[in-house]
């Protein structure tokens, strides 16, 4: 029985050792994969504007640590000024603080800057990035604008639907007029007038699921909150799934 426990215990041991081995080689093989492909971007950098300093493979990203990421960009941009380059992993972000910078971006060269970035999250959620919010600019966007001003925000199909949206108004403000002097979740009924709204204009109904339709537009909202790490590797494809993105 002795030897028994003796061989099995042997055994356990060296199981474990050919798991943390094969462990240790699969993060020195994502390593230089991550150091070769930083490298690779660093030699075909282009001027790019002022930054702070990064590190290897993971670039600016401890920069944004240790506050809040509006506040903690706006102390960057005091020291290196109003267009500035953060390294995010992989992504190469170029970041505009000032008013004058932001309308060279958003006026004078928006057709360059027109396209959504590749969010994995808009990849899972919005049908691999086809919808109107996610899709890049160019023809296939410009036809589903069309359709979306033509068919949903014509004049003529805003006014139709005045009805259900003063409707569904009075019956808030009546729920706040009833609340007075009590605690009430505000964001909560703004969701359950959102949801209401949306379904009556779509489906001629409030759905009985309505409150399983506000926690799903709840948790949408929550996985595309932030910086996902699967997308600042996105080649590194095993993160989608530790991440819990993709099964």
């Known amino acids: 029985t002795t030897l028994c426990r003796t061989y099995q215990a042997k055994k356990k041991t060296s199981q ?23 490298k690779n971007y660093n030699s075909k950098t282009k001027r790019l504007p002022p930054g702070p300093w990064k590190l290897p493979l993971i670039g600016s990203m401890f920069h944004l640590l240790g506050g809040l990421p509006h506040q903690v960009l706006r102390d960057l941009a005091k020291k ?23 309308k060279q971006v958003l006026k004078t060269h928006d ?35 069309k359709i979306c001003l033509l068919e949903l925000l014509s004049a003529k199909n805003v006014k139709s639907f005045s ?15 009833s609340s007075s002097g009590e605690t009430v979740n505000a964001t909560k009924r703004i969701y359950q007038f959102s949801s209401s709204m949306i379904c009556r204009s779509a489906f001629g109904e ?16 929550r996985l ?7 997308d600042l590797f996105p080649s590194l494809k095993f993160l989608h799934v530790l991440c819990g993105m993709k099964g």
């Open 206 to 221: 409030v759905l009985k699921e309505k409150n399983k339709l506000i926690e799903l537009v709840k948790e949408a909202s």
């Open 163 to 177: 009805s259900i949206r003063q409707d569904e108004v009075l019956h808030m403000i009546e729920f706040f007029r």
């Open 16 to 38: 474990n050792m050919q798991f943390f081995n094969f462990f240790s080689l699969f993060l020195f093989v994502c390593f230089l994969f991550l150091l070769i492909k930083w």
């Open 224 to 230: 595309m909150e932030g910086f996902d790490v699967a």
């Open 111 to 145: 057709l360059a800057f027109a396209s959504r970035p590749k969010l994995l999250v808009g990849e899972i959620l919005f049908y691999k990035g086809t919808d109107i919010v996610f899709s890049p600019y160019g023809d296939y966007w410009r036809q589903m604008r």
């Open 80 to 102: 290196y000024g109003p267009i500035m380059h953060l390294q995010l992993g992989e992504v190469s972000l170029v970041v505009v603080t000032s008013p004058d910078m932001a």
